[in-house]
């Protein structure tokens, strides 16, 4: 059977219906200023890029001590989520459903970003990678710190920050939310035996350890129907000094559990091109979270038209999701469609604070397109 051509077909998400299988991944570009809040520039950023079937804006904090990224966006107080009214505007004018990720920084924040208090994890153990520029770092990576651990009679109120954030979220028109639950930050680290170590509740065992994202996905169910509530977990990476030896079974516990929730959707971050393998064992396969994951899967981490066509022709993800291909081809949809030439993007003005390498990447022109325009003597 042939596969071609899959990812450019419609997909029913939920009661959405996307117009093609080509998902923006979440991206953090810090374009949103030191007040932390969206703007133009993020409104035409997005715009540019809403030919996708589905938008996910870049990792957003539900809370003041989720904070942890330098000029990221905020949505922890009504000024913050009403600016990000005209960038849901702007996706909209293409038809297309654009979900907010949900980013608490746990342990990878830093006192700098907190009014001098200590980052919040669940255990008090140190990120043993490298440090992190802060807002009064010049630029420059300061050391980790060892965060404090949550009181177990705190959590509640943090997940209680997830609700808010979501219930502001809807109220500026978002589809949906994403749960970040990758690549090392709060709910990571509370599903992760490296970096939990609790003994309450929310620690302890496989079981104990889902028990804070279970929470969090049943207070934001308080405010979007399960089918708005996509979870992003990322099993197999290092990125933020990760990695479990009992990683595969919390997974695919998790996975498990996820599945009861009809939720809109699992994005696994699966690859290695972004971040690298932990190498605790064999990387998780897409098939392994297929057997026990009945609903929508996104695939993420360094696929390629070719490699997502793959994924999706056989069966084992419904939708991919692109980043990097994104930042610098705006058009990405089109120019798989059109088997148009990608762009490189460029990797100095990632989480730069300008215009510049964010939205000044050009859509494709065609050579006949550029032809005509000069006979016409068009300007
Ligand atoms: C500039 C940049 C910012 C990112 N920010 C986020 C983020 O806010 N949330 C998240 O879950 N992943 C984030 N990621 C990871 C991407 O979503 C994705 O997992 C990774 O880039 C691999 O996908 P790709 O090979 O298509 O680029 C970021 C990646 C890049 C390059």
């Known amino acids: 059977m042939s596969t071609e051509n899959k990812l450019l077909s419609t997909y029913r998400l939920g009661d959405l219906q996307l117009s093609s299988r080509v998902v923006m991944a979440p991206m953090t570009r810090g374009r949103a200023g030191q007040e932390m809040t ?25 809370s003041r001590m989720g904070v942890g990224w330098l000029h990221a966006p905020g949505i922890y107080t009504d000024e913050m989520a009403e600016a990000w009214r005209p960038v849901v505007h702007a996706v909209h004018r293409h038809e297309t459903p654009v979900f907010m990720q949900l980013w608490h920084t746990g342990r990878t924040s830093h006192s700098d970003f907190l009014d001098g208090k200590l980052p919040i994890a669940p255990s008090a153990v140190r990120h043993q ?50 749960i970040h639950g990758a690549n090392g930050y709060l709910v990571d680290e509370f599903l992760q035996s490296r970096t939990n170590k609790r003994d309450d509740a929310y620690g302890g065992s496989i ?67 972004f971040g690298g393998f932990h190498e605790m064992g064999e990387p998780m396969r897409l098939s392994e979270f297929r057997n026990v994951y009945s609903g929508t899967i996104i695939a993420n981490n360094g696929f390629d038209q070719e490699s997502a066509e793959q994924a999706i022709g056989n069966g084992e993800a419904d939708l991919v999701a692109f980043a990097r291909p994104f930042i610098s081809n705006p058009d990405l949809v089109n120019r798989f469609a059109n088997g148009w030439p990608l762009a490189e993007p460029n990797q100095e003005t990632f989480y730069t604070f300008d215009a510049e390498g964010y939205t000044d990447y050009p859509a494709f022109i065609p050579q006949q397109e550029l032809v005509q325009r000069d006979a016409s003597g068009a300007k």
């Open 207 to 273: 079981k104990k350890r889902f028990q804070f994202l279970k929470e969090v996905i049943e207070a934001t169910l308080t405010v979007f129907p399960s089918n708005r509530i996509g979870v992003r977990l990322s099993p197999n990476g290092k990125f933020n000094d990760m990695g479990s030896e009992d990683f595969r079974e919390q997974f695919l516990y998790v996975a498990e559990a996820l599945d009861s929730y009809d939720l809109a959707y699992l994005h696994l971050v699966i690859g290695a091109d």
């Open 129 to 178: 990678g490298s440090g992190t520029p802060t807002p009064k770092s010049d630029g420059k990576e300061v050391p980790r710190q060892t965060p404090r651990a949550l009181e177990t009679h705190e959590v509640p109120g943090v997940v209680h920050e997830y609700h808010q954030a979501a219930e502001r979220a809807k109220g500026v028109g978002f589809d949906g939310i994403e």
């Open 38 to 62: 969206a703007n133009e520039l993020m409104a035409t950023y997005y715009e540019q890029r809403a030919g996708a079937g589905l938008v996910i804006t870049e990792g957003t904090f539900p």
